[in-house]
Structure formats: structure tokens, C-alpha cells
């Protein structure tokens, strides 16, 4: 480049990701994030669909308790990117509803979960539909290649923010990184997104699903900033369903997470006026590792995401930011 700036690419524009790629630019570093999808988000994403519809349809709300995390949710809220979401939660078993005490504060991104992911992407260079493929070590460079063998650059530093198990299938140049994620087990979630003409009647907002396959359910439709959206809920199932049933065609899948929705909510079945499914093959770190990050100095290579010590938004974001202070610190 010859302005001796340190080149940074970042693999995976999810929430470590970009919180990574944020700090590091704002150290002065040339950043470039390399994102598969055509948004940002990764499990974060918001699902748009026909008449306005929005579906939360991988994270449904964070928490705050580490102050560094609080004090940028506190940004995002005065920024109008997130707002407390008051919903009404309870557990749910068989149609039983039992409340659920609100022990803290849950946020949502508004006008959808991908808002902070948008807010933390701004300014960086982001290339979209890039799926990374191989990473080669010439000298200190990290050469990265496109799955469709297009050079994407020659690199001071590599941070790969993807689940374990395809970060792991990427670090072929760093065999010890390697060896230490490929044990790293993840398990799926498989959603359902259904909206209604009319009301439901159900009176609540969320709920932890019990004695079903699934594990949770939304209404999309109660979060703020989705004023004026039909009646729309997020399905998801459990862990262990969703990994027994996780090849199933989505024409196969679809009928069954609706049918457990009635059967968990006790309602006569309603056809929805909108429904699709989706596969999150990687969702869930039963056993995250206990590093927040994890950096190899002398490649100048290093990984983050939230199976690194916290399987929330907020050990996603501090994973990322760990991470970036390890590269910033060289």
C-alpha cells in the first residue's frame, strides 16, 4: 500500500467480526472484511420479506452485564440502532403458560437484530458474496483466495470470525489454532418464520418452549421498531432436534416446525399467510472454549466468535474486541 498501514483482512461479518474489524480501524489498520452473504449480520441477521415483514430469525435479543458491552449498547440505544425490548416472557409447555419473571433487560436492534451489525460496519470496506477459501503463508503475508480461485490480496494479518467448524477448516496455515478449535462441537437451530392475518390471542410475547422440539418462539411483531407488521413469529427448534432433522428439504421441514408450533402453543392450527424455514447449521456452542480469543502472533493469525467463552451476543462483541486489542498490542 505504501502509506505503512498494517493490512488487515477479516473473514465473517457477524458481530465478532465486525467488532474485531472496528477496533483494529479505528487503531489506524487498513481493514477489508470478507463476508460470504450478501448482508451483514451472520446469526444476526434480519429476514426480510413481501408487505414489510422483518423476522428476527437467528439471535432474538441480548443482554448487557459487561460494562464495556453496556457502555455500546448505551451508544446504539441513543443512536436509535437498538431499544429495550418489553416483552412479555414465560415458559411454555403443552399450551401451559407460566410467567417468567423480567430479571433484566433484554435489547433488540431496530428495525431489526442486523442494525448493530450495519452500525458497526460503517466506514469499513466490506466485500459481500466473497466466500473465503484458503489462506497461504507467503513470508509474513497471508495470501487469501475465493472459493471461485480469485486472488483477494496479500495481508499483514488474518482474523477469521466464522463458526468452529469452518474456521477450523480454514486454518490449514496455522495447524496449532487448528487443532485447538477442530474440537470445538456446534450444534444447529432450525427456524421457521410465520406471520397471520389476524391476531393469535397468545399472551405473550416470547417463550422457552418446554417437553417439545422446539425451544423457543416470538412474536417478531412485538419488538420495537416493527410497527405496522402483520402478526409475525419466529420459530426455533431445539439443539437435538434440530440436529436429527437437519437435512430435511425445506418443504419437509416447514409443515413440522408449524405443527410444533400449534402443539406447543395449544391453538387451532391457522394457515399463516407467509411461512419459509431456515438452517442455522452452526448456532449453538454447547462447550465454548474457555480463551476469548484466540491469536497466533508469529503468523499473525487469529480467531474469534461466540465459542470463544460466551454463547451470546455479548461474548460475540467481546471476543471480537479481545481479539482486536491482541492485533492493535503488536
Same mark, same amino acid.
Given at each position: ?7 488487515? /483482512? ?21 481493514? %477489508? ?95 459481500? +458474496? ?9 513470508? +509474513?503475508?497471508?495470501?487469501? %483466495?475465493?472459493?471461485?480461485? /480469485? ?70 411483531? +412485538? ?6 407488521? /402483520? ?90 474486541? /479481545? ?8
Amino acid at each position: 500500500m505504501g502509506d505503512g498501514k498494517r493490512r488487515v /483482512a477479516v473473514i465473517g461479518a457477524g458481530i465478532s467480526g465486525l467488532t474485531c474489524a472496528r477496533g483494529l480501524f479505528q487503531s489506524g489498520a487498513a481493514v %477489508t472484511v470478507f463476508e460470504k452473504s450478501r448482508g451483514v449480520g451472520g446469526r444476526m441477521a434480519t429476514r426480510r420479506a413481501p408487505e414489510g415483514l422483518r423476522f428476527d430469525h437467528g439471535a432474538q435479543y441480548f443482554t448487557a452485564r459487561d460494562e464495556r458491552f453496556a457502555a455500546e449498547v448505551r451508544r446504539w440505544v441513543e443512536a436509535g440502532a437498538a431499544a429495550p425490548w418489553l416483552g412479555r416472557l414465560c415458559t411454555l409447555t403443552r399450551g401451559r403458560v407460566e410467567s417468567k419473571d423480567r430479571d433484566q433487560t433484554r435489547y433488540v436492534g431496530v428495525p431489526g437484530m442486523n442494525a448493530l451489525c450495519k452500525d458497526l460496519a460503517a466506514g469499513l470496506e466490506t466485500r459481500f +458474496s466473497t466466500r473465503v477459501e484458503t489462506i497461504e503463508l507467503e513470508g +509474513s503475508q497471508k495470501n487469501l %483466495t475465493s472459493d471461485d480461485g /480469485a486472488d483477494l490480496g496479500a495481508y499483514d494479518v488474518a482474523m477469521v470470525s466464522t463458526p468452529a467448524p469452518q474456521a477450523a477448516d480454514l486454518l490449514t496455515a496455522a495447524p496449532t489454532l487448528r487443532e485447538k478449535i477442530r474440537g470445538v462441537p456446534m450444534q444447529g437451530c432450525l427456524a421457521a418464520m410465520l406471520s397471520f392475518g389476524r391476531p393469535l390471542g397468545l399472551e405473550f410475547d416470547g417463550a422457552f418452549v418446554h417437553e417439545s422440539g422446539l425451544s423457543w418462539v416470538a412474536r417478531n411483531s +412485538s419488538k420495537p421498531g416493527r410497527e405496522g407488521a /402483520a402478526e409475525a413469529w419466529v420459530v426455533h427448534a431445539g439443539p437435538e432436534w434440530s440436529d436429527e432433522q437437519m437435512e430435511l428439504t425445506p418443504e419437509q421441514l416447514l409443515p413440522r416446525l408449524t405443527s410444533l408450533f400449534w402443539e406447543a402453543t395449544g391453538l387451532e392450527p391457522v394457515e399463516p399467510t407467509y411461512a419459509t424455514s431456515h438452517r442455522w447449521r452452526y448456532a449453538i456452542p454447547p462447550e465454548p472454549l474457555s480463551d476469548r480469543c484466540l491469536f497466533d502472533a508469529e503468523l499473525g493469525i487469529g480467531v474469534c466468535g461466540d465459542w470463544c467463552a460466551g454463547p451470546r451476543v455479548e461474548g460475540a462483541y467481546l471476543s471480537g474486541l /479481545a481479539l482486536a486489542e491482541r492485533v492493535a498490542a503488536l
